[in-house]
Nanobody, 120 residues
Framework: QVNLVESGGGLVQAGGSLRLSCAASGSIVSINAMSWYRQAPGKQRELVAR??????NYADSVKGRFTISRDNAKNTVYLQMNSLKPEDTDVYYC???????????????WGQGTQVTVSS
């Protein structure tokens, strides 16, 4: 089994910063892409940022404000969020594409989500 555990969410004022972390654990052979998504109630989950190898990509709404990074030795992905806006308020989910011990394929895993609330 593979578990993704997020941390770092919370309440912050507009213009402030938060750093999310997501640590993957379990019988992991390797991790391909790691990503952050977000979802508001009643809305579709949307990609915020993705990192794979040396490449990153971001949603247009967060470019220049958010930075995704990764520590491969710790199987951990981070999301540094600066200049936060009220519209960034959502539940943020970590996603990873993981190859487990004994598996031929890479499979998709999700974290449980962490709430980010930005007050105006």
């Amino acid at each position: 089994q593979v578990n993704l555990v997020e941390s770092g969410g919370g309440l912050v004022q507009a213009g402030g910063s938060l750093r999310l972390s997501c640590a993957a654990s379990g019988s992991i052979v390797s991790i391909n892409a790691m990503s952050w998504y977000r979802q508001a109630p009643g809305k579709q989950r949307e990609l915020v940022a993705r990192i794979s190898g040396g490449s990153t990509n971001y949603a247009d709404s967060v470019k220049g404000r958010f930075t995704i990074s990764r520590d491969n030795a710790k199987n951990t992905v981070y999301l540094q969020m600066n200049s936060l806006k009220p519209e960034d308020t959502d539940v943020y989910y970590c996603h990873a594409v993981v190859k487990r011990v004994g598996s031929t394929y890479f499979l998709s895993y999700w974290g449980q989500g962490t709430q980010v609330t930005v007050s105006s």
